[in-house]
C-alpha cells in the first residue's frame, strides 16, 4: 500500500474565494449534495463563491472539517442512465466550520461580511422550530431560527438596514414550506425578543425565503472500503461522502435568484419554479410511494432489500406494475416527465453500491402509506373507476405486515406503541378477518378518513388477506 497524503490546503493547490455562502449544518448530507453542486458550479459557472459552514449544535463534525481545512472527497457511486458510475470529486469550496458555542464573536462576524449572499440549511425536520425559552440574542440561541435571526439582526444594524444586504435563503429541511416556516420563526424571536418592527419589515421584503425540495441517496462515510478509496485517491480523508449519482433540488421562487445563483448555467438538475407541489407530488408518490408500497409485499416473499426486490425476476415486475401501471396513471403531470423520473427511480433502486435495508422504510410504515401510497389508491380509483390491484395487495401486505409474524417469520415492526398496539388488539381478537379490515379502515386517526367509504376497498383487502392465509 502506498503512503497516503493528509488531506489540507498545504497538500492540495485551492482557488482562493470569497465567502458567499453560510450553511448551517456540517452532515453529510449537505456535504454530499449542496456544497458538491457549488464545488461544480465554481467550476462551471461564474459563481466564484466559498461556503462557511456553521455548526448548529453544541457537538458535531467542526473540529474534524476543520482539520482537513475544509478539504474532502464525494464518491459518487450507482446507475445513471443504465450504465455504472464511481467517481470522485474533491470539494474545495468550504472554507471551514465556525462552531458559535465556542466562538460567539466569530459567529457574530459572519453577518458583517460583505460578499455573503445566500443562507443553505439542513438541520433535520425538527431544526425549523420556535422555542419561547430561548429568550435572549446576547447569548447564542439554542434554536436554528433563533441563530438565523441573530444573524439577521447582527447583519440590519451593521448596514444600516441597506436593502441590498438581505440574504437569498435555501432551507433543505425536508419539510414541506421550509421557507415559510422558517421566516414564521424568525417573526416570533423579533416578537419575543422585542426588537423593531423595521427590522421585522427588512427580513420579509430585502430576504428571499424559498421553499425547496431536496433529492439525492447520500449513505455517508463508506466504511465498508475506505481503505480501498483513499488508496484510489491517495489522500487520508475522514470525511469522504458516498453519495447516488443522482440529484435534483427544486426552488420555489422568483427567476431573478439566478442573478446570484447561476443555476442555469451550471448544468446540474437545479430548477427554480413558482410551485414545486408538482415536484414534491411526484417524488413522494412515485419514489417514496414505490419504497413504502413493495416493503411490506417484498417481506412477506421472504426479500430483505430494495436491490433484491429489483433483482428478483419476479418481484422486479411487480416493482414496474406498481409504479408505471398504478401510480404514474394516478397522476396529473405530463407522461412524459413522470415516465422518466421512473426510469430515473428504477435505476436508483438498482445501485449496487448502496444496501439500502427494506426494514429502515418500514419505520413508521403506517403514516408513509398514507401519505406516500393512499392518494395514488384514492386518485387511481378516481380516475379508472377501478382500484389499482397491485397497491391494494400492498395495502392487504402491510395489515398482515403489522401482525407482527407469518409462517414463522418475526417482521421488524417499528412505530408507535398507539400504532402497534391497535394492530395487536386487532389480530388478537376472536373476530373474522372481515370485522378486522373493517375496524382497520373505519380508524380515522390512522388513515385521515374513514376508508370504509371507497368503494371496494373493504372486499379487495378481505380477498387479499384470505389469500395470504389460505396457502
Known amino acids: ?54 455548526q448548529p449544535l453544541h457537538q458535531g463534525m467542526g473540529t474534524q472539517v476543520n482539520q482537513q481545512d475544509g478539504l474532502y472527497h464525494v464518491v459518487l457511486q450507482g446507475i445513471h442512465q443504465g450504465q455504472e458510475v464511481n467517481d470522485a470529486r474533491l470539494i474545495t469550496a468550504v472554507e471551514g466550520v465556525i462552531n458559535p458555542y465556542e466562538d460567539f464573536i466569530g459567529f457574530n462576524n459572519l453577518a458583517k461580511n460583505p460578499d455573503l449572499q445566500i443562507l443553505l440549511s439542513n438541520t433535520t425536520e425538527a431544526g425549523i422550530a420556535f422555542d419561547p425559552m430561548d429568550l435572549s440574542y446576547e447569548q447564542i440561541p439554542q434554536t436554528f431560527p433563533g441563530k438565523v435571526t441573530l444573524l439577521l439582526w447582527e447583519r440590519y444594524n451593521h448596514f444600516n438596514a441597506a436593502k441590498d444586504k438581505g440574504l437569498l435563503i435555501l432551507p433543505c429541511e425536508l419539510i414541506e414550506k421550509n421557507g415559510e416556516q422558517l421566516k414564521s420563526c424568525i417573526l416570533q424571536y423579533i416578537h419575543l425578543w422585542k426588537l423593531p418592527q423595521a427590522f421585522a419589515e427588512w427580513v420579509i421584503q430585502s430576504n428571499i425565503f424559498c421553499n425547496t425540495l431536496v433529492d439525492r441517496i447520500v449513505p455517508g462515510f463508506p466504511h465498508e472500503n475506505i481503505q480501498e478509496i483513499q488508496q484510489k485517491l491517495g489522500f487520508s480523508d475522514s470525511l469522504v461522502v458516498k453519495a447516488e449519482p443522482f440529484h435534483l433540488w427544486v426552488i420555489e421562487g422568483p427567476r431573478h435568484i439566478q442573478d446570484i445563483f447561476p443555476i442555469h448555467q451550471s448544468g446540474l438538475q437545479i430548477k427554480v ?199
Not at 315 to 324: A, L, M, N, Y
Open 1 to 54: 500500500m502506498k503512503p497516503l497524503q493528509h488531506l489540507t490546503r498545504e497538500n492540495v493547490s485551492t482557488m482562493p474565494r470569497p465567502v458567499k455562502i453560510i450553511q448551517f449544518g456540517e452532515g453529510n448530507f449537505l456535504r454530499g449534495f449542496c456544497d458538491w453542486m457549488i464545488d461544480c458550479m465554481n467550476e462551471t459557472t461564474d459563481f466564484n463563491g466559498n461556503i462557511q459552514i456553521v
Open 273 to 471: 419554479v413558482d410551485d414545486l407541489t408538482p415536484y414534491r407530488s411526484r417524488k413522494v408518490r412515485i419514489l417514496n410511494g414505490a419504497h413504502t408500497a413493495m416493503v411490506p409485499l417484498a417481506f412477506l416473499e421472504g426479500l430483505r432489500t430494495v436491490r433484491e426486490c429489483l433483482e428478483d425476476a419476479k418481484f422486479g415486475k411487480v416493482v414496474e406494475q406498481i409504479i408505471f401501471q398504478e401510480i404514474i396513471p394516478s397522476m396529473d403531470m405530463p407522461l412524459e416527465e413522470l415516465e422518466a423520473f421512473a426510469a430515473a427511480v428504477m435505476d436508483r433502486f438498482r445501485n449496487p453500491f448502496i444496501r439500502h435495508e427494506l426494514a429502515s422504510i418500514a419505520l413508521n410504515a403506517v403514516a408513509k402509506f398514507k401519505v406516500r401510497v393512499l392518494p395514488s389508491i384514492l386518485d387511481y380509483q378516481r380516475r379508472q373507476s377501478v382500484l389499482p390491484s397491485t397497491l391494494v395487495k400492498s395495502f392487504a401486505a402491510l395489515i398482515v405486515f403489522y401482525k407482527g409474524s407469518y409462517q414463522g417469520t418475526t417482521f421488524p415492526v417499528n412505530d408507535s406503541v398507539e400504532i402497534v398496539g391497535f394492530f395487536e388488539e386487532v389480530w388478537n381478537e376472536s373476530s373474522e378477518i372481515p370485522s378486522k379490515i373493517e375496524k382497520i379502515l373505519s380508524n380515522e386517526s390512522l388513515w385521515g378518513d374513514d376508508l370504509l367509504k371507497v368503494e371496494g376497498l373493504h372486499e379487495g383487502l378481505v380477498k387479499a388477506i384470505s389469500e395470504y392465509f389460505s396457502n
